[in-house]
């Protein structure tokens, strides 16, 4: 893993959904906070992760709007969840989730193009190539990856347009 070891490190899982990732960063040793706007997230994902000592993890209730701080980490994961963030909320939640990461921390998530069919929806936010670049100014990007084609989504078939990135704090 380009994160390094676990060895009770820890990571965030930003909107962790159904905990299918805080499950499996539990399992390979990370401390995990975790959280999401779906209220019922905690209760879903301690059911998940019944049978892995809780004392590892945290998972909470909260929307982006209402992140005010974030633990420090040496992996951020953010799993199709920063698109989510509405605009006005965008830079002051990516600052947060820099400024969690430790030297040598790793970031891992997804970003929505400019290209994306979903562009227009003002509750979700969309980066140029450039501008997502951008966000990652000052840390080694190990991966950028942009992928754009058609393909399942929420409530049909779309257009895609992503950004698939890793970064790394300098140590």
Not at 41 to 70: G, I, Q, S
Not at 128 to 134: D, G, L, Q
């Amino acid at each position: 893993m380009l994160a390094g070891p676990a060895a009770g490190r820890t990571a965030i899982d930003v909107a962790c959904g159904a905990g299918v990732e805080t499950h499996a960063l539990l399992e390979a040793q990370w401390r995990v906070y975790a959280f999401d706007a779906d209220p019922v997230a905690p209760e879903v994902v301690y059911a998940r992760t019944r049978y892995v000592p809780n004392a590892r993890m945290a998972v909470e209730w909260k929307r982006f709007t209402d992140l005010v701080t974030l633990p420090a980490a040496h992996l951020v994961y953010a799993g199709y969840a920063l698109p989510y963030v509405p605009p006005g909320d965008f830079d002051r939640v990516w600052s947060l989730v820099r400024s969690a990461l430790q030297p040598g921390g790793v970031f891992a998530g997804n970003l929505f193009g400019d290209r994306d069919s979903w562009v227009g929806d003002s509750g979700l936010t969309f980066l140029s190539a450039t501008a997502a670049r951008t966000l990652f100014d000052g840390m080694d990007v190990l991966r950028f990856d942009e992928t754009e084609g058609d393909g399942p989504g929420f409530s049909g078939d779309k257009h895609w347009h992503t950004y698939d990135v890793i970064a790394r704090m300098p140590a």
